[in-house]
């Protein structure tokens, strides 16, 4: 159970998470920023006004300290991804 958390908390596309890179490699560097900040905002809203401050809120809080570096520009970040990467790639996150 606590091993399925991790990999399900890992995969919410917000900074270097694998997520995060999942949307970054989808996305680009300022699509990846926006649909980051928009989920980031989102999930606080959530944790605010549901009542479930369990272990979204503390993930939030220990990943806006340990991940607030931008990842590392690669070679090519000109390229998009093609219709087939962007499709295997949504329908495996």
Known sequence: ???MMINSLDLIPIAGT???RM??????RPG????SSIIYGGL???TIF???????LGYLFV????QKDLEIPSRNEVDNAGLGQATIALILW
Do not use: E, P
């Not at 949307?23 to 680009?28: D, F, M, T």
């Not at 990846?32 to 649909?35: E, I, K, M, R, T």
């Not at 549901?50 to 979204?56: K, L, N, Q």
């Open 44 to 46: 606080v809203l959530y």
């Open 1 to 3: 159970f606590a091993g």
């Open 32 to 35: 990846h920023l926006a649909f």
């Open 50 to 56: 549901s009542g479930h401050t369990d272990i979204i």
């Open 23 to 28: 949307s970054h490699a989808l996305l680009g």
């Open 18 to 20: 694998d997520g995060g």
């Open 63 to 66: 990943n806006s300290f340990t």
